[in-house]
């Protein structure tokens, strides 16, 4: 059998040690249709190159075998915008005990009975389009008010709360809580290092009077899926007892998030937020809630 007859095996997923991870996200592609002001998959030091190297099949054959390996259950599915590859993504998330997604909203809720879809919208129309561009808020609420409400998919509409649109909190929730989702969910935006101005608060101070109004809104709705103790940690005067300086205390360092790097294989990156961010003055929700689940 000569060189050239071989045949050739695929390539084993790249070895990220025996340690467990319970919980896991994967970048499913870079690609999307929209430039959002606060996206941070674009930003210089994420790894956004190349893009879409990993075919569908190789993507759920690797899926599968560090599921297995290390005993995944739960997998959070990324973009760019996931919708993108609709037809990986339904079967993808289905290889998992528990899945979610995350997608703008512009090419429909995917029906995935028994996970949860969030669907990003960052304030009413004015505020949100100032962010994500000219119509897409009118295009999400199409997507939302289309769907089959009974058909088992978890939908929650979660804000990024920035500088820019922060005032918006309130018109907001009185915009979408009657809509037909399962929830309202808020996160704060998260700077890369040295980043300043625009959509980052400077001073975690000024941040706090933002938090508070979110848990007052709390309070007035329960359709609000986020924990007050979580809020509470995001606080200037105890933020860093939950991050560190350096991401040190994070405990979503924990799970394994996965891109698509040279050579089209999974790498790790410092963070689901990239390679970049200023874990002093994160905002994402879901690392006070994971630190206020897990408090002793």
Request: proline letters at 5%; charged letters at 25%.
């Amino acid at each position: 059998m000569n060189e050239n007859s071989r045949v050739r095996l695929p390539p084993e997923p790249t070895d990220f040690g025996d340690t467990l991870y319970p919980s896991a996200l994967v970048l499913l592609t870079n690609a999307c249709n929209l430039r959002c002001a606060h996206c941070f998959v674009y930003r210089e030091h994420t790894p956004n190159d190349p893009r879409d190297k990993m075919s569908n099949a190789e993507m759920l054959r690797q899926l599968r075998i560090l599921r297995d390996k290390h005993q995944i259950r739960s997998m959070l599915f990324m973009g760019g915008e996931p919708m993108i590859r609709r037809h990986l993504l339904i079967e993808a998330m289905n290889l998992f005990e528990s899945s979610a997604v995350v997608t703008n909203g512009t090419y429909g809720i995917p029906s995935v009975p028994g996970h949860l879809v969030t669907v990003s919208l960052d304030g009413p129309r004015e505020a949100n389009d100032a962010i994500r561009g000219d119509g897409v808020y009118e295009s999400v609420k199409r997507s939302i008010f289309s769907r089959d409400p009974s058909d088992g998919t978890q939908v929650i509409v979660q804000m990024a709360v920035t500088r820019q649109n922060s005032s918006t909190i309130e018109t907001f929730v009185e915009e979408v809580k009657d809509w037909p989702v399962n929830g309202i969910a808020f996160t704060f935006y998260v700077p890369a290092v040295n980043e300043h101005g625009g959509q980052a608060w400077d001073d975690l101070r000024e941040r706090d009077a933002v938090v508070h109004r979110l848990i007052a809104l709390k309070k007035r709705y329960p359709i609000i899926k986020c924990n007050i103790g979580a809020l509470e940690l995001m606080l200037s005067d105890r933020c860093l007892n939950t991050t560190g300086h350096k991401g040190e205390h994070c405990r979503l360092r924990r799970m394994l998030p996965l891109y698509v790097g040279d050579g089209g294989q999974f790498e790790r990156t410092f963070c689901c937020y990239g390679n970049d961010v200023d874990c002093s003055r994160c905002g994402a929700y879901a690392v006070f809630n994971s630190a206020w689940q897990h408090r002793v």
